[in-house]
T-cell receptor, first 115, second 113 residues
Framework: DTGVSQNPRHKITKRGQNVTFRCDPISEHNRLYWYRQTLGQGPEFLTYFQNEAQLEKSRLLSDRFSAERPKGSFSTLEIQRTEQGDSAMYLC?????????????FGEGSWLTVV | DQQVKQNSPSLSVQEGRISILNCDYTNSMFDYFLWYKKYPAEGPTFLISISSIKDKNEDGRFTVFLNKSAKHLSLHIVPSQPGDSAVYFCAASGGGSQGNLIFGKGTKLSVKP
């Protein structure tokens, strides 16, 4: 399967702990995105990379959130000192920037529950 | 301020009939629109898209219509099948941001046998 891969799929953590999610994009895609989705809402943009450069960050991305894509391939999203409000599905997606329009393909998501 | 709005949280349709899902947007700079389908506990799956230079795009049972003057798009599914039951999200890109999609809140479609 050459789709976007995310792990872990589910994570339950205690408030105050750090968590890290990993995303492996579609191999030829140079753009990688992180979104967050909560119940009853559409996905909300967090940040995106083109190759290894982080080009845009949403104001939703507080100081406790950090994303990296060190070699322009896989990416990690770390949440420090988790809060109950961080409970959500974290979605990774990728696209080919030069493709007309900007069709973004999503992974299956990583569920985070903060207790 | 929601730039992409899906005003119907849910829609119920009989199998074999047409499903019409609607979406409105406010930012006239949006130049590309997409529809995604989402099953519970899975990521969104891309369905169909349309550029702002077109007013219709068709792919099998799915057709998207764009009315730029009304800032409105719709997704038609004909004929509807029970497997189409899912949440459908409208999304838009452009509008000054090069890197991301703005999503609506989704419409839950139920297709009854």
């Amino acid at each position: 399967d050459t789709g976007v891969s995310q792990n872990p799929r589910h994570k339950i953590t205690k408030r105050g702990q750090n968590v890290t999610f990993r995303c492996d994009p579609i191999s030829e895609h140079n753009r990688l995105y992180w979104y967050r989705q909560t119940l009853g809402q559409g996905p909300e943009f967090l940040t995106y990379f083109q190759n290894e450069a982080q080009l845009e960050k949403s104001r939703l991305l507080s100081d406790r959130f950090s994303a990296e894509r060190p070699k322009g391939s896989f990416s990690t999203l770390e949440i420090q000192r988790t809060e109950q409000g961080d409970s959500a599905m974290y979605l990774c997606a990728s696209s080919l920037a030069l493709k007309p329009g900007n069709t973004i393909y999503f992974g299956e998501g990583s569920w985070l529950t903060v207790v | 301020d929601q730039q992409v709005k899906q005003n119907s949280p849910s829609l119920s349709v009989q199998e074999g009939r047409i499903s019409i899902l609607n979406c409105d947007y406010t930012n006239s700079m949006f130049d590309y629109f997409l529809w995604y389908k989402k099953y519970p506990a899975e990521g969104p799956t891309f369905l169909i898209s349309i550029s702002s230079i077109k007013d219709k795009n068709e792919d099998g049972r799915f057709t998207v219509f764009l009315n730029k003057s009304a800032k409105h798009l719709s997704l038609h599914i004909v004929p509807s099948q029970p497997g189409d039951s899912a949440v459908y999200f409208c999304a838009a890109s452009g509008g000054g941001s090069q890197g991301n999609l703005i999503f609506g809140k989704g419409t839950k479609l139920s297709v009854k046998p």
